[in-house]
């Protein structure tokens, strides 16, 4: 029977029809609430042709904007709220554990592994000189040692990617725990920063009346044999921006009090506890 004429509801229930012969349920499953949801918001919203161009368009720079050191779809993802919402479904710390949040477009895969009590950063220091300190436990309260620690951070003049000056490393390294799954580095305290915004995710924030700043944090992916891998941040306490963070990072668990030392020096501890791995989960 042919089947044309469609109407508003019997196109979407059409191209739903079309993709029934998907092997991977996995993907089938995927593009029918793509396709139902996708239908719902153009039935809902109406845009007449000129509007959906700037759509098409939007989504057109944001690829055009995108390479390997500038990731423009992951930055409206962060905006739009949808990694924070992909962590919340994903990480899941149980009570005691500590929680994840985003990660972001400026993590480093290549950063230095340092000695515990190196500073990160580069000399003359983006910053005002800053030690962090604290352990790594299981859910179990005992120290992890030789977990790796990887940790970057923005600097006043922005990450080290954004500065230019041919990608050296600042700012980022790898540390490992002792025996007594304690880390200690120096770094530059945090400061408060705006997100890429000279884009079109900058201009979609700018027309929806949002600032883009995310409050100082220090980012930190930490991995240990037997526990899922943490990516998180410690956020300063204080930050004006807390509460409205662009990329909707903050919990409150992470916030620290960073406070200057007799040294002069700003100071923070934290300590980390870490979720044991699916397979460690089963084995127990
Ligand atoms: C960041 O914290 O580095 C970041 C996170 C999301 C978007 C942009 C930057
Ligand atoms: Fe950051």
């Not at 918001?41 to 161009?53: K, L």
């Not at 668990?253 to 989960?281: C, H, I, T």
């Amino acid at each position: 029977m042919a089947i044309r004429n469609f109407n508003e509801e019997t196109l979407t229930a059409e191209v739903l029809r079309r993709i029934e012969d998907t092997s991977n349920p996995r993907l089938k499953q995927v593009m029918t609430s793509l396709i139902k949801h996708l239908h719902s918001f153009v039935r809902e919203v109406r845009p007449n042709p000129d509007e959906w161009m700037t759509g098409i368009r939007f989504l057109t720079d944001t690829g055009h904007w995108s390479d390997d050191k500038r990731q423009e779809f992951i930055l409206m993802s962060d905006t739009l709220g949808v990694s924070m919402l992909v962590d919340f479904l994903n990480y899941q710390a149980q009570a005691g554990m500590t929680e994840s949040t985003v990660q972001g477009p400026f993590h480093r895969r290549d950063a230095p592994e340092y000695p515990l009590g190196a500073n990160v950063a580069k000399d003359p220091p983006d910053g005002e000189p800053c030690v962090v300190r604290g352990t790594i436990r299981n859910a179990d309260g005992k120290p992890v040692a030789g977990a790796a620690l990887d940790i970057w951070e923005t600097g006043e003049h922005g990450y080290d990617t954004q500065k230019g000056d041919g990608n050296a490393m600042d700012l980022r390294g790898i540390f490992r725990t002792d025996a007594e799954g304690k880390f200690w580095f120096r770094c530059v305290k945090p400061v408060a920063y705006s997100v890429p915004c000279d884009g079109p995710v900058g201009k979609m924030l700018m027309a929806t009346g949002r600032h883009p700043m995310r409050p100082a944090h220090l980012h930190f992916m930490i991995t240990a044999p037997g526990h899922d891998c943490l990516v998180t941040h410690i956020f300063v306490k204080g930050d004006k921006y807390l509460d409205s963070d662009a990329v909707f990072g903050v919990k409150e668990s992470l916030v620290v009090d960073f406070k200057k030392n007799a040294a002069g020096e700003w100071e923070a501890s934290y300590d980390f506890v870490l979720k044991p791995s699916k397979q460690a989960r089963k084995a127990a």
